[in-house]
């Protein structure tokens, strides 16, 4: 939340995104972790590539200290950042709002101390996820420009290929979550087979699609 180089920032919020991986496999559900895995790499590949095309555009400078109103310069990247941003922060029905949110309920529905503890630990990272995300959006696109004069005029968008690679994974990153939910997390859904022994007291996937609505709406108001 206090880190001024922009791919730090967004390297750290990898390391965030993994702990809910892990996090998942804690509560022995492993398919819900491959999910949020796959949808992952689709919005933190696009954040990692528009990060690439400012860094690039501004002459290497990463501090984001010395950016500023760079959304008029760079219209094409400030957009794909922002669909990378908001799934990231699980905003409804993006990827990341599919499988983050799966990963609590299923916490909630353990009904036991720990799972409530993890599930109330988990929706606080997603208030400070969606903190430091919009943070990184205002001090590089919204905020009055700190950048020398020398760098605001050589500042450029990115050549096709870049724009292309920055679409593509901006797709992933709309469309994945509800594409392959039913793939990976679906009522008798058979995506891991036999490879993984699950006890069935730990299998409660049907127990996190019918908690009070309340429950499943907490992380989505935090993130707002």
């Keep these: 939340m206090l880190q001024n180089d922009l791919k730090r920032v967004?390297?750290?919020?990898?390391?965030?995104?993994?702990?809910?991986?892990?996090?998942?496999?804690?509560?022995?559900?492993?398919?819900?972790?491959?999910?949020?895995?796959?949808?992952?790499?689709?919005f933190k590949a696009l954040l990692f590539l528009s990060a690439g095309s400012?860094?690039?555009?501004?002459?290497?400078?990463?501090?984001?200290?010395?950016?500023?109103?760079?959304?008029?310069?760079?219209?094409?990247t400030y957009c794909m950042f922002l669909i990378g941003s908001l799934s990231l922060m699980g905003f409804p029905f993006l990827s990341g709002f599919f499988s983050k949110d799966i990963i609590l309920e299923t916490a909630f529905a353990h009904y036991t101390v720990s799972g409530l503890f993890a599930y109330w630990l988990g929706t606080l990272s997603a208030f400070f996820t969606a903190f430091y995300s919009f943070r990184l959006m205002y001090l590089t696109f919204l905020s009055s420009v700190n950048s020398s004069k020398p760098i605001i005029q050589g500042a450029h968008e990115s050549f096709g290929l870049i724009i292309f690679s920055l679409v593509t994974l901006?797709?992933?990153?709309?469309?994945?979550?509800?594409?392959?939910?039913?793939?990976f997390i679906g009522v008798g859904s058979?995506?891991?087979?036999?490879?993984?022994?699950?006890?069935?007291?730990h299998f409660n996937?049907?127990?996190?699609?019918?908690?009070?609505?309340?429950?499943?709406?907490?992380?989505?108001?935090?993130s707002l």
């Design 10 to 42: 967004i390297a750290y919020s990898t390391c965030s995104q993994l702990g809910y991986m892990a996090f998942a496999c804690g509560l022995s559900s492993y398919s819900t972790s491959f999910f949020h895995l796959i949808n992952h790499g689709c």
């Design 170 to 183: 901006s797709l992933g990153s709309i469309f994945s979550g509800f594409m392959l939910k039913d793939l």
């Design 190 to 201: 058979i995506f891991l087979g036999n490879s993984i022994f699950i006890l069935p007291k």
């Design 205 to 222: 996937l049907f127990e996190a699609e019918f908690l009070p609505t309340l429950v499943k709406l907490t992380p989505v108001l935090f």
């Design 54 to 76: 400012i860094i690039h555009g501004c002459s290497d400078e990463q501090d984001l200290r010395r950016m500023g109103g760079l959304g008029k310069l760079f219209p094409i």
